[in-house]
């Protein structure tokens, strides 16, 4: 069974641009989530999305959106980067929604010049 | 204060020692306790996922929560030198909009 997939593995974008990230869940699973992993700041969550809707989000700005696709693949989206963007986003899946343990992929390692 | 609080170590330890891993939190509303172990330019790969107090054994890897004193471990007997990788403790409540709380991670390095 292919676990959670995401691409591209590593985006280099400067100040300023906007990025996307894709990422493809576990068969079966429609729950995705977000994280950011900022160096010495650990998992910060960002975006939790199920059936389509966005459910929860965590403490970033609106130029951090996604959205999730009749699929359940997800996107998301970073507009007007900023240099502290640069981290690894981690996208995670589950079965339906709650608690239900959370299967990462490899993330997109996002770099900002 | 952090929600959830882990050591950063680094922890070395020769093979074949019992590693004790350790995490305490402060919100008492945690009900779900996981831990993911990330080797260097990978994803979290999920361990042990447990639900409120008790033990659970999987293998060379024993879980443990003790909600009463809001501390949670993880033992793995038998190192491994490919157990050399970052463990990180994860909590959620039943409330909680599908969002998980890490802790900082510790850095385990077994060494042959």
């Not at chain 1, 068969?27 to 459910?55: C, I, K, M, N, P």
């Not at chain 2, 490919?82 to 959620?92: F, G, P, Q, R």
Request: aromatic fraction near 12%.
């Amino acid at each position: 069974e292919a676990g959670v997939t995401q691409s591209p593995t590593h985006l280099i974008k400067t100040r300023g641009q906007q990025a996307t990230l894709r990422c493809s869940p576990i068969s079966g699973h429609t729950s995705v989530y977000w994280y950011q992993q900022a160096l010495g700041l650990g998992l910060q969550f960002l975006l939790w999305y199920d059936e389509g809707e966005e459910r929860n989000r965590g403490n970033f700005p609106p130029r951090f959106s996604g959205r999730q696709f009749p699929n359940y693949s997800s996107e998301l989206n970073v507009n007007a980067l900023e240099l502290e963007d640069s981290a690894l986003y981690l996208c995670a899946s589950s079965l339906v929604m709650g608690n239900q343990p959370q299967h990462f992929g490899d993330g997109t390692r996002l770099s900002i010049l | 204060q952090k929600e959830v609080e882990q050591d950063p170590g680094p922890l070395s330890v020769p093979e074949g020692a019992i590693v004790s891993l350790n995490c305490t939190y402060s919100n008492s509303a945690f009900q779900y306790f996981m831990w993911y172990r990330q080797y260097s330019r990978k994803g979290p790969e999920l361990l042990m996922y447990t639900y409120s107090s008790g033990n659970k054994e999987d293998g060379r890897f024993t879980a443990q929560v003790d909600k009463s004193s809001k501390y949670i471990s993880l033992f793995i007997r038998d190192s491994q030198p490919s157990d050399s990788a970052t463990y990180l403790c994860a909590m959620s409540a039943t409330h909680q909009g599908g969002k998980l709380i890490f802790g900082q991670g510790t850095e385990l390095s077994v060494k042959p």
